[in-house]
């Protein structure tokens, strides 16, 4: 696998291991991207240890983030960081290989 960068901010990795507590899992999130959505691609978010043979994990804090190889290609330089705001919770991925994204924040094009 290449060393392509992928970054998990401490505000992120707190509230995977807040939804793991809850839910009696192991903190880890995948993250993956996937075809369609309102821009051509959506970030997929999922609660799953199952680790591939092609996945990137990062830990920051306790928590783990699984990434497939495929994915990671369409998010290289990334971060994930988690949002509390006026217009609710959710986990963002800030890309910089995005040209556009919609208002949702969970799909994007090049």
Request: hydrophobic fraction near 40%.
């Amino acid at each position: 696998m290449s060393d392509t960068s992928f970054n998990v901010t401490p505000r992120a990795a707190q509230r995977i291991l807040e939804i793991a507590a809850k839910q009696h899992m192991s903190p880890a999130l995948r993250v993956a991207v996937n075809g369609g959505g309102c821009s051509g691609f959506q970030y997929d978010f999922a609660m799953n240890d199952q680790v591939a043979d092609d996945d990137k994990v990062i830990e920051v804090e306790g928590a783990r983030v699984l990434v497939d190889e495929t994915s990671l290609q369409f998010m290289e330089g990334s971060t994930l960081d988690f949002i509390d705001d006026l217009m609710g919770q959710s986990f963002r991925i800030q890309n910089p290989l995005a040209k556009s994204s919609c208002g949702c924040g969970t799909s994007f094009s090049f």
